[in-house]
């Protein structure tokens, strides 16, 4: 028996399945009925076929092969965790590498089915399969006819864990600064706006902003599975029996939406007619659109709620502030106990992780990780989204670099910061190579733009030092992120090429971004700086209103790294200000012997 | 009798004819058959019925009223050639003012009737008629029914001249670097890729480039009134007959197309049929989509010409580089003067400008200049497209700034050139000011971007030094440049604003662009700084093709107006190193005491 035989049985049990099924094609993408970045257990049916881990894959089963697409973050990881089986690697955005639907359009002949999970299958993604086939075809063809309902895992996965149902937490006022009965709304003046009666938002976290709830059903996120629909009278919560609280019940009265259970949806929009409804074609399945449109007219765009949750209120900012500042204590304790360490060979990169873990679960308010913490020494940190394990990690060594990507969730804020430092002597190429970093880093968090500029008119200002090198990294400079919510949040992003499936957004004061250029070099090292900035207004002039950024995190950079004579004055000026606002804010947070040591690392250029 | 009485009589005489024809709106924009940006004085109807000069505008005649759209850059100079009449100035993209079709669409009636000349109007400006007045009226309308056909000059335009009718000329092969043959074949291949059979191409520079000919019939744009038709088989030119040449003939035949006379166009499309053709709908007319349609199918798309024509091959690389240098010396030879003239009051801004249109028109292979000299002094210089006529200008002064934009047509390219010079003292503020304009046409031209970059994702270099002191200019920071062609050409464009009816294209090997970005302060001054880029392939490596800029132009900057403190080093180098060039090309081409001025005015800082 080979090393992967058990993912040949599993491919071979589904291939059974798919025959009796009269099922040419299956279709399991990464996702939950929300399409979630991050899922629970219950949702890892392509993990279970494939064995590969990373956060983004689509898997194509055919009687004949099974093909796994990914994106640039996973290629290394996933030729690792494919080897071994017959899974063929589809690296996403390379050159001859087909999508999806055009490799099912290019097999695909007439009469053929293809199998998906329909709650799970966004509308978007069948309407570009749909088109495929189309152009293939020349035909009109109706998804109904195309695409049969199944999930891959009935049957055949039979330990899959249990669908999760934790209790879900009302965010105080205080915190959320805006009660449910006035964002619902806010909602349904921009719904009237869009000419839509009603909307069904099938999205996690703007579910869990729009009704002030959190919940623990993802690790990480704190969000419950639910489902919302909001018209001009009503206001619907579909949540999960088990999720539901007293607490929930009295606010729900109060702020004048009702409670129905998580499942009840279908039957709900069965007694839904004749309205016109808005549906984000990303986020809402296949399942959610037929319903609605057996009785009622469609119109599709992105969720109004996912732009107003991006643009933070006064009292989220101040709770946000509070949690950026604690978290950085905890951070910059942790880069202080790794580099004073006599001996780093004593730690790895897992045990590392677990000391910066628990600073962060001491702070006050902190009720998880906002994502499992990336340690990666030397060339680990070339994978950007690496993990390392208690069974599979490497030992540090006094040499090189440590690249430490981490964040937490709490009461007050949601938080993502990366420092690479050096855990001993470099090589010119590692510092040439850190100070481009910092510099792109820095030159972002300094820019001045006119309202009004996306995420792409100010990416090249963090490559621009990397470009001039002939270096690039194959990601965006910076995403959203959420408040006590997940940790990549839209619209708003910092990225350079044009994607037509993203929403381009306007950076808007409230808005916060993550800055964070990297190198990373495949089997080398990894170098990546990252903090998260607030947009805010500067001034308003006749050429209007001008805005910049409020950096958020307060961690000190590592200084060893850098070649301070290949940065300009203004990024000199610029660093040694940010740094004496560390140890201002920071230090009085500390034991001694760690500001003694801040005094030091922060030390003026 | 009041200023403006002409204007009234001949609207009075306009409304007359539309009560005869049941027509109750005239549409009348700028743009001849072809939607050229600038037109022969045959097409200057909306000119004749506001006095509005400027390249951009669009007239809405109704019983009651009339308005003029124009943009940005002729607000100051429509309010002042509209005042005296009762036409309304609607500044297009100014917060509350609607777009025409959405006024048009404000005030429609069932049943009422559009005039417009048909031939004119693009399928665009039709299509988002059609779709305000759709929106309104909630019913699918057919232009067929809305529009009537009309030549809003006819029987009221008593003098309008005559269709231009200049003699083409043929670009020799030596210059023009590929056969017409040659550019068929590829365009073919490029029509198969769009599965067309054949395509009508309406604009003028295009089909000047496709057939290797250039024309007289708009000042300053060597283009000839025509339409061309190219499918597999065939290829056909349409040209007034007196345009046509023997030597035209004899070249037809050897590249293997047909010559037809221009107003044979409808004819000749009678007779094809059952075809797929592809338009560009922002260039073609309506006249001709109905003419195809009738028995065609129709896709609408850029058309492949306008950017294979951008792209420059090395012969037409070779001769540019020699236009712009010869170019470059008469500039610096013009800068010359002004800056050493004894007593600039003996000069105003339209002698000054002649000085420079002199020395221009003794060079080799000159052929007219590539649009009208902009030479604007103190607050004239603030409206971006001011033109200085020999009875209406300013004196110039032995202080502030002289902006002089200009450029020329020779048998070896299409230049466009500015420079603000120093005329004497000038405030701390202008230094500062020139000094950020400086930094930020240095600072794009430094740039290194990835294959794929837009004009979008780069054009934030240019703004940034302006941006922080609360600046803007209100236009983009670069366009394309023809080859002995217009001096406005697409697709390419650095602008940051994301613009739906512009495709954003991407930035290739070949291309050129300008670098002009600029400070206009209304009754003070304005400054632009502008070369011509060409865009060129740095190193290949395992992260993509980098590209940067070569720049063409060669004249020196005025350091009398630089604050050097205020620069980076980086940007000390390239500005002292691209001195040292031009000094070492332009200087052998100077007298003795010309070089030994710029051999101060190039010094290095």
Not at 86 to 115: F, N
Not at 198 to 226: T, Y
Not at 229 to 239: E, R
Not at 458 to 475: F, H, N, S, V
Request: charged letters at 25%.
């Amino acid at each position: 028996m080979t090393d992967k035989q058990w993912i040949r049985e599993r491919l071979a049990a589904l291939r059974a399945s798919m025959r009796e099924q009269n099922v040419q094609y299956v279709i399991i993408p990464t996702g939950d009925y929300h399409n979630s970045e991050y899922v629970s257990d219950f949702f890892r049916t392509r993990e279970f076929y494939t064995g590969f881990t990373g956060s983004n894959g689509t898997l194509l089963v055919t009687d004949r092969e099974a093909r796994l697409w990914t994106d640039g973050r996973y290629f290394v990881q996933a030729e690792k965790e494919l080897a071994g089986t017959d899974i063929l690697l589809m690296k996403m955005s390379e050159e001859g590498v087909p999508t999806l639907p055009r490799l099912i359009a290019g097999q695909y002949r007439e009469g053929e089915r293809i199998g998906v999970d329909e709650r799970i299958i966004p509308i978007h993604t069948v309407e570009l399969l749909m088109h495929a086939l189309e152009e293939k075809l020349h035909t009109k063809m109706e998804a109904g006819n195309v695409l049969v309902h199944m999930d891959p895992a009935e049957g055949i996965w039979h330990d899959r864990p249990c669908l999760p149902c934790g209790r879900v937490f009302i965010m105080p006022e205080e915190l959320a600064g805006e009660r449910t009965a006035v964002r619902l709304q806010r909602l349904r003046r921009l719904l009237a706006d869009e000419r839509a009666d009603g909307i069904v938002i099938s999205r996690l976290d703007d579910i869990m902003w729009l009704f002030n709830i959190r919940g623990r059903d993802v690790e990480c996120n704190p969000v419950a599975l639910s489902y919302a629909y909001v018209d001009g009278v009503q206001a619907v919560l579909f949540l999960q029996e088990g999720a539901k609280t007293d607490e929930l019940e009295t606010y729900a009265q109060a702020e004048n939406f009702r409670i129905m259970e998580y499942g009840a949806l279908a039957v709900f929009l069965g007694q839904i007619r004749g309205q016109t409804i808005l549906l984000d074609p990303v986020y809402t399945s296949e399942f959610i659109h037929r319903a609605v449109l057996k009785q009622n007219s469609i119109i599709t765009g992105q969720n109004p709620t996912t732009a107003m949750k991006a643009v933070k209120n006064e009292r989220e900012l101040d709770a946000i502030r509070k949690a950026y500042l604690m978290d950085s204590v905890a951070v910059t304790k942790f880069l202080c106990f790794m580099k004073q360490h006599p001996d780093v060979t004593a730690l790895n990169e897992y045990s590392a992780a677990k000391c910066l873990d628990e600073l962060r679960s001491r702070l006050p308010g902190y009720l998880e990780l906002s994502f499992p913490t990336i340690s990666a020494y030397g060339a680990n940190a070339a994978m950007m989204h690496y993990e390392a394990t208690e069974e599979d990690n490497a030992p540090l060594q006094p040499e090189g670099f440590l690249l430490v990507d981490s964040g937490g969730q709490y009461m007050t804020g949601t938080t993502d910061v990366t420092r690479t430092i050096a855990l001993g002597p470099l090589t010119m190429e590692m510092i040439r190579h850190y100070t481009a970093v910092l510099r792109g880093h820095l030159d972002l968090a300094m820019a001045t733009y006119l309202e009004g500029c996306t995420g792409r008119n100010l990416d090249i200002l963090a490559r621009q030092p990397m470009w001039e090198m002939g270096i690039d990294y194959k990601c965006g400079t910076g995403h959203g992120i959420g408040f006590v919510l997940n940790v990549h949040e839209g619209p708003q992003a910092i990225r350079w090429r044009y994607d037509k499936t993203r929403e381009e957004a306007v950076l808007r004061e409230g808005m916060l971004v993550t800055d964070e250029p990297g190198i990373y070099l495949a089997g080398e090292y990894g170098i990546r700086i990252e903090n998260v900035l607030l947009c805010r207004n500067k001034e308003k002039t006749a050429d209007g209103q001008f805005m910049d950024f409020e950096v958020l995190t307060l961690v000190p950079y590592d200084l060893d790294a850098l070649d301070s004579s290949a940065l300009t004055e203004r990024e000199k000026e610029y660093l040694n200000c940010y740094h004496r606002r560390v140890y201002d804010e920071v230090s009085p947070y500390l034991e001694e012997g760690e500001r003694e040591w801040l005094r030091h690392a922060a030390r003026p250029l």
